[in-house]
């Protein structure tokens, strides 16, 4: 086992380029035009070419929605035009965490009080008392109460609503963990993804900034580096036990790094896991903030998938809980924590809500996240006041707290079923295996290729596991990403797939996916 | 004439670099820190620093959210706790264009469809229909028939909902241009910014890359060009002809740029102008277009203020309906249009929602922005809805028509007021002359400094108009942006103040600003 650790070792430190550049799904040629330039006509001007654009454009990939959903895109398309021009009725996107989109419904609770807020004239209306709960009319009254000039039209702070703040960091996060937050802590985005990009904008200078991201990871990481300018310096998740986090490894990866010039950051933990769904051991973060607070290195948390835990035993710890339980403070370590509406139970994906909670950062540096925030003025404010409602949902003793608690316990009680059924039928099949899912919303099975289809995806330019994933599309209508999408152990092929299709489509689902796979390996039988 | 026009332009291009450096404020040493740093603990920790931060972001200036707003926060905050402690009540934001944040109304139709859009559930309800409009109800009903699954908390399309783009293209631009539009032109955003950030990231690679830029200019612009860490590359509004743009002058910085191996990319042209309210005539956009079309350069047009229109006989006309009236299509002109649910009439800064129209980009070039479009995901739904409602309103026989046009021509017939009310006080002050705002929501006089005031912010380390703008925040509680913050003629200053307080405020506003300026005056009278 550890000769095995150390072969690994070895081969992912010669990887280390090779990884950054297999985070793309496949060569471009492998796959038609997409619908945009489908649509076009064949101009073609001078002005910009690929060759004059921005070539960190160029470099940036983005899997959950690259090519094989621009494919899915267009097979809709053909659907829509073409009845019966496939061999299925529907695509089913189980390729990105967009629960609302495959039939879960909102949170009754949080869309009347955005209701509310968007029209707030109709509070004061006696019919309005038959349409919405008291509690939401109240909370209505409440957050346009702490809104200037109650104008939820108008730009907020550049950091957003200051009332609103205070309740996620009191109500939420200090109450979450058990120690005190500072609202001015508090950067409400447009959902996780714009707060990302604004760290990596602050940290990296050129190349020879280095990030320490897992791998696999979710590909917003290595887009936003590769965006602007830095290099991905990968940790490998370990497989073999739940896709467990080494720190002997990550020292190594900093190490090796360090050797090659390269100045590392920051470090990137995803906690549940995406694509892996492993939720960290306490022990673990210790380790892991140990680790940061010795190397200098700011702990860029996602915890967007906080709310989604599904194993039995298994909760979630915020990095900045488990960092203050050690007893460090603002002085000791850099954490920004990244939160969104667009997870969670509430899957409010949508309404582009979310926030970074900043710690540890000097005053003057903290002017510059500031300014950089306010270059965009403000984050929409419906996602603020829904940052703000995830944060501080109704409470016992609220007219729709029983409501509200049998809606998001049914979700996440479906969510848990059903990443154990799609669980057991992965590892149901042949030559696939598949960690449990403990949080998040993704499986993220190997799949032992046959040489046959390694060779028949050569043929078509294509990688092995894309080349899957395009056939599974074109037999079943099914979209999942490839693991390539993600990066893995070079060598390993995967596959991620949401755990988000609703349950009554499940079993079909699964009958469609084992079928396929079956006359694959069949096909391409060494 | 003549020969002052050859000196300004020598002087100007003396400046270039100077310019530059210009659109800063101040130097921070000016001002005071922050609240947020002064929220903070006296913390400092070695992982990150001003002197490791990315250069760029340091370099970034923005002077509507700048120190000027850091501190006039500081005082709204005295003034809470302590009223009286400032010789006003309260503070005035003139420094954004954030008009519902003065008291300006949304425009009800568009509360009521975003209201019924966040809980359809009450669509259905008999006490819907005594609390909506009908036509409010019908166009919710249509918008989420055009939404898949009737999702509003699911990911969009990365350009943004496709329903919502046709409607954009079909019953917005293409009626308002009379040309043909394509939806798949149409990339939704939050907001005009961030489309704004999109294009200057795809077209810069270094700063050998320059982006022509109006003096004076929006500083998103500036911002933009510097987080991307490219050149801005000045072209001088002539104050006066009513800040026109002259062809010759933009040549000539064009070449001048050339000359030191900067490659002009593209071309900024903010109509109506922002700061300086100007609106281009037909003419002048023809030769700009040709311009653009000679040089290859990508015209950004940013037309957000294309509803604000004040002046008699002046009218918006986007720059594609311009270039397609001389015979330019697709192949010959790569066009950006910006536009925003911010501005306008409507006002509804907080939504962030705007779209660009990305026309006369080849099919590769155009999956390049689709792809950067994509790692965000897409904007917020309600800024989608929004947008199309703002660019298909009411229309004559719906039952919301009336109350709507009377509600969109009482604000826009106020502000016309408002602007002219400004603009003859501006021109009222010693040594203060004001162009006309024909168009958008600013003014931007030009003020003639007394030496001894110069002098005297000098000895604070203080630009001259920053001086003037920090004591004018001082003794009245009026909140505006020095010149300095947009670029200017150097040896100029000129203040930008917004249009926006409300009609019933504006004798009170003007009086403490005259009462401010003569004895500003007074005190520094050489």
Redesign the interface.
Known sequence: MRRLAADRAKRLIRSFLAAQSSLSVSSPSSFL?????A???T????????A???????K???AV??EIVTHA?RLQEDLKAKPGSHPFDEILYCN?G??????QQ?I?FF??V???C??P??LD?D??H??FSADAIARAWEILDVI??R?????????GIKGLREAIAAAGIASRDGYPC?S?DIFLT??A??AV?MMM?????SEKDGILCPIPQYP?YS??IA??GGSLVPYYLDEETGWGLEISDLKKQLEDARSKGITV?ALVVINPGNPTGQVLAEENQRQIIEFCKEE???LLADEVYQENIYAGGKEFNSHKKIARSMGY??????IVSFQSV?KGYY??????GGYMEVT?????????I???A??????????QILASLVMNPPKPGDESYDSFTAERDGILSSLARRAKALEDAFNSLEGVTCNKAEGAMYLFPRIRLPTKAIEAAKAVNSVPDAFYVRRLLETTGIVIVPGSGFGQVPGTWHIRCTILPQEDKMPAIVSRFKAFHESFMEEFRD
Chains 1, 2 share one sequence.
């Open positions: 035009s997409s619908p945009a330039s649509a076009m006509s101009s073609s001007t001078p002005t910009v070419s690929l004059s654009i921005n070539p960190k454009v160029l940036c990939e983005y929605r690259g895109q990105i967009n629960p609302q989109s495959l039939g909102p009754t869309r009347e955005l209701a509310l968007e029209h004239s109709i209306r019919e309005t038959g349409l200037p000039g104008a939820t039209g108008a730009y907020s702070h550049s950091q500072n001015d447009d959902g993804s714009p990009h904008q602050l940290l990296i200078r917003l887009a936003s965006l602007h950051r200098s290195l700011v403070g603002d002085k000791d370590i850099s667009s899957g409010e994906c949508g309404k582009r540890g950062f000097s005053a003057d540096v903290r002017e510059q500031y300014k950089v306010s270059v965009n003025l403000c984050s929409n404010i419906s996602g």
